[in-house]
């Protein structure tokens, strides 16, 4: 594996030393540039001087040196320029291929998520919590259902005699009903004064209509 990699370098880590090659080279031409000025400069103070001593011939040496510096400056300067516009457009293109990378994540991430919260994946979701719920109220149903249905048991039998029983130990008379039937006298209320007695035929008009009442039920 080791060998392979000296073989055969990773890409982007040639593109790094590509891209460091360059660099070195734009300041080795500003470097260049730096001298080929300076001699430009001097060729053309050596043709004032020359003028001066009025040697024509030199002067216009001197001038001729001049211009090639800084024809080369020119040159090396498109060089440089050519070199820079590769550079800040690999730049730009590892910027993109970044963005690149990073928006297929973000799309890979979005369409992983989407297919999590999708709208028939929701409705499903909700559709089987219902199901669930409307199980579970169901089975409470069941388990709070009717004891005597449930477990086949008939009291109306015993049901009467312990209306019998509450006639007789009540000496044939039985407590009136409030006035509200729908309100339930609270077994944990001291009771207050006796209440009004009903005469005997009434009490049993009374229970044999509760008794059809329960038998129509």
Known sequence: MALKKKLFPRKG??????????????????????????????????????IKRGER?????????????????????????????????IEEGQMISMTGDLMGGIRDELATIATKVSPEKIAEIAEDSELYVAEIEESAEILAGDPEIDLAIDVTDELNQLETEMLLEQ???????????????????????????????????????????????
Do not use: C, W
């Open 13 to 50: 880590k040639e593109k790094d030393e590509l891209v460091i090659k360059a660099k070195a080279h734009i300041r080795k031409i500003a470097l260049t540039n730096k001298t080929y000025n300076k001699r430009a400069e001097i060729a053309r103070k050596n043709a004032k001087i020359a």
């Open 57 to 89: 011939n030199r002067a216009k040496n001197y001038l001729i040196q001049h211009k090639q510096y800084q024809m080369k400056v020119d040159r090396q300067n498109n060089i440089r320029a050519k070199i820079e516009r590769s550079l800040y457009a």
């Open 171 to 217: 000496g044939g008379q039985m407590p009136v009903v409030p006035d509200d039937d729908l309100a339930y006298i609270s077994e944990f209320e001291e009771m207050g004064e006796e209440p009004e007695i009903k005469t005997k035929a009434k009490l049993e008009d009374e229970i044999d209509k509760l008794r059809k009442e329960l038998e129509g039920s």
